[in-house]
């Protein structure tokens, strides 16, 4: 519970993935990928459900025996094309969670595998945090490319992608800039409707994460960093 708010964690785990198939229960150092999601939600006091979903067989039999709540996902939500808004808005008619306007959804995706427990209770508290009044929560890291430092083919000519901006700067003339790191998202199930195409409401407030566990997988390359990550990390310990 938050604040007398029941907490769902929302695990995204589709089986189709072109850049790598069947990531989401590739083994990554000893465990599934997606168990190291499943262990970091467990270890969250604050979280009362933990609900994966999926379409997917062979990512149901490894969430089973993870003990957790397995949602059915329709196929037509689990494309590459799939947003996250969709699988938000059908969590929410099937647990029928319209009915619970206090609920608080916390929206963990198993590509980032070195988020930990306290950053997803520092998002919870934050949300929580009646000062501070957030509608959402998301957690960011400083910027991989500066904007002013993109790029863009016009004409087969290489041009800068942001008209006016100066690429040669030194990175210490340039201001500070985050990403969504895609570790954890927090927000109210009341707030999503069904004309919105993302769950961010604002005002939104941030968490920041250090880049060396803000990796967000995607293809094999990703997968030998977050293991050597993971290996330098257990060394450090």
């Known amino acids: 519970m938050l604040n007398d708010k029941t907490v769902i964690a929302l695990i995204p785990a589709r089986g189709g993935s072109k850049g790598l198939p069947y990531k989401n229960i590739k083994m990554l150092h000893g465990k599934p990928l997606i168990a190291w999601t499943i262990e970091a939600a467990k270890n969250v006091p604050e979280i009362d459900r933990i609900v994966v979903s999926t ?8 969430c089973q025996k993870l003990s957790v709540e397995i949602l059915h996902r329709p196929p037509e939500l689990a494309k590459d094309d799939t947003m996250p808004i969709d699988v938000v808005k059908h969590t929410i008619a099937s647990l029928q969670l319209a009915a619970e306007p206090d609920t608080v959804i916390v929206y963990l995706q198993p590509t980032s595998p070195l988020r930990t427990e306290e950053d997803i209770v520092r998002c919870l508290h934050l949300l929580a945090d009646e000062k501070k009044n957030f509608a959402s929560v998301a957690t960011v890291c400083e910027a991989f490319v500066h904007p002013q430092r993109v790029w863009k083919f016009a004409d087969d ?13 030194m990175r210490q003339s340039l201001a500070v800039v985050y990403q969504l790191n895609g570790a954890v998202y927090a927000f109210y199930a009341k707030n999503v409707k069904e004309d919105m195409n993302h769950f961010l409401t604002e005002p939104i407030g941030a968490v920041l994460m250090p880049k060396e566990r803000s990796i967000d997988i995607d293809d094999s390359i990703d997968f030998m960093l977050a293991e050597m990550l993971f290996q330098l990390k257990e060394g450090k310990e």
Do not use: N
């Open 55 to 62: 379409e997917d067989e062979e990512i149901k039999k490894v």
């Open 157 to 169: 000519k290489l041009i800068p992608y942001m008209e006016g901006s100066d690429p040669w700067l």
